[in-house]
């Protein structure tokens, strides 16, 4: 087979939509939308590179907490171009238009940008650090606590720049909606059932659970930049609630994702491709409907789903 990762992905995004069903058609209208609004962007030129960016840096978080990194340079022909090709891919449809507008010099950048990331072949590892976090945070939130642990410095980077640039429009936005993306991949390890069981008598109360102390660690991270955000640009207060909500929206969907396909003391192996997009929708508060009501799909998926584990 000549692309053999291309091929992986095609069957995973396949399983994925017959899990759905006709809520696959969500996935459609959002890609279409998204899609629209970058041609929108090209056309106009002065947000162009920020389209480019935010491509690129989903990319390079991708590349940089894949967890396939090893299995593809020992296993597959001609890695670097087969992960290159991914990405290309994956980015096809939101940069493609660009080359029928004024802008169409931004989407060559775009591909010697992506032929370079597939070089990133480190990752953080896991020190143990902040050893009374769990003090802080409930040892029930394990996936806070590991994660913390492990990203601790592009966390606090990225919430660093959004205080100290807090007084801009734009850039503490983006930089909280980096670190959501960040705070997703919390949620990529399933715990044993006896610790399952340990917090949760039923699916429902289970993830309620988790998705209340998500919302109040949120809550404490991202509201002085947020309020601090308000007072500098009083016109952003809207956009500033509609994006909290959608950052929201976004780890509900992840804690959903993850328990609707939980397995004991197992590593996901999550579909990407959803998560990605859910994540550029996030960013765009006018999405914010629709990242709900993937939220809600995704509760039900893994209510069913944890009722193998658990008593409703």
Known sequence: MKYPLLYIRWRQINQEIKGLGLYALIFVVIIVGLTFVCIKQFEQGHNATKVIFILTTLCAGVQFFRKDKLFIHKNIVNPHVQIFLEYVVLTLPFSISSIFTKSWFYYPILLIILFHIPFIKGQFKQRTIFRNLSFIIRPKNFEWISGIRQYYFLLITFYLLALIF?????????????????ISFFYTECESVSMLREYGNSPTKFLFDKYKSSIIYMVVLYLPVLIANSICNADFIFI?????????????????????MYKPNGILNINMIPLIIIALC????????????????????????LKQYLND
Do not use: D, E, R
């Not at 500033?240 to 609707?260: E, H, P």
């Open 166 to 182: 807090c007084w801009l429009k734009f850039f503490p936005l983006f930089s909280l909606w980096l670190l959501t993306v960040f």
């Open 282 to 305: 996030s960013l765009i508060p006018y999405f914010f409907p629709i990242s709900i009501i993937l939220s809600l799909i995704y509760f039900y998926k893994a209510k069913n789903n």
């Open 240 to 260: 500033n609630m509609s994006f909290f909500v959608t950052q929201i929206a976004l780890i509900c969907f992840t804690i959903g994702l993850k328990y609707s």
